[in-house]
T-cell receptor, first 115, second 114 residues
Framework: DSGVTQTPKHLITATGQRVTLRCSPRSGDLSVYWYQQSLDQGLQFLIQYYNGEERAKGNILERFSAQQFPDLHSELNLSSLELGDSALYFC??????????????FGPGTRLTVL | AQSVTQLGSHVSVSEGALVLLRCNYSSSVPPYLFWYVQYPNQGLQLLLKYTSAATLVKGINGFEAEFKKSETSFHLTKPSAHMSDAAEYFCAVSSGAGSYQLTFGKGTKLSVIP
């Protein structure tokens, strides 16, 4: 158990809908990262937040957005869902912003299925 | 830009045999390198990481990896495979301090044959 929690574990929805994925980082970790794992694209970095502020952006679509709240939990919002958005979405957390001493600890993931 | 190539999407070894999973990286600056393992229906767990200290890095569960700058490689090895090692393994790179994102390889699925 990494200490990172993600809810829900599974999510099934229809095209065009909007969903919210939630992540609680390990106690004491200030950074939260979101990754998407799909069969064709592999594991891709989406976005990072550090202490409430956006820190780095990867291959995140404009239909997706995220935020980190004062209690440091984070939410990833996916809207206008398409079949291709079906994937496993991972949250990771680390103590700092991403130096050599940081390790990213991954949650168990949320499996999103878009029908 | 940085990238990772993992040779072999699927590797099979016999129980007790040497495990060798290959990873080559590309980075314009000195890299930090990581190996993660993913068991079925679980998240990723860090096995080991290289952050410019010793080139031979020892990790959990008997795994180790050697950073070879001249070959731009960071191969993962374990002397003797165990059934519990069956999982998918991911090599990842980040471009040093201040670089926040991990770039992952496509992964190598390891099967252990009894």
């Amino acid at each position: 158990d990494s200490g990172v929690t993600q809810t829900p574990k599974h999510l099934i929805t229809a095209t065009g809908q909007r969903v919210t994925l939630r992540c609680s980082p390990r106690s004491g970790d200030l950074s939260v990262y979101w990754y998407q794992q799909s069969l064709d694209q592999g594991l891709q970095f989406l976005i990072q937040y550090y202490n409430g502020e956006e820190r780095a952006k990867g291959n995140i679509l404009e239909r997706f957005s995220a935020q980190q709240f004062p209690d440091l939990h984070s939410e990833l919002n996916l809207s206008s869902l398409e079949l291709g958005d079906s994937a496993l979405y991972f949250c990771a957390s680390s103590v700092g912003v991403g130096t050599s001493t940081d390790t990213q600890y991954f949650g168990p993931g949320t499996r999103l299925t878009v029908l | 830009a940085q990238s990772v190539t993992q040779l072999g999407s699927h590797v099979s070894v016999s129980e007790g045999a040497l495990v060798l999973l290959r990873c080559n990286y590309s980075s314009s600056v000195p890299p930090y390198l990581f190996w993660y393992v993913q068991y079925p229906n679980q998240g990723l767990q860090l096995l080991l990481k290289y952050t410019s200290a010793a080139t031979l890095v020892k990790g959990i569960n008997g795994f180790e990896a050697e950073f070879k700058k001249s070959e731009t490689s960071f191969h993962l090895t374990k002397p003797s495979a165990h059934m519990s090692d069956a999982a998918e393994y991911f090599c990842a790179v980040s471009s040093g301090a201040g670089s926040y994102q991990l770039t992952f390889g496509k992964g190598t699925k390891l099967s252990v044959i009894p």
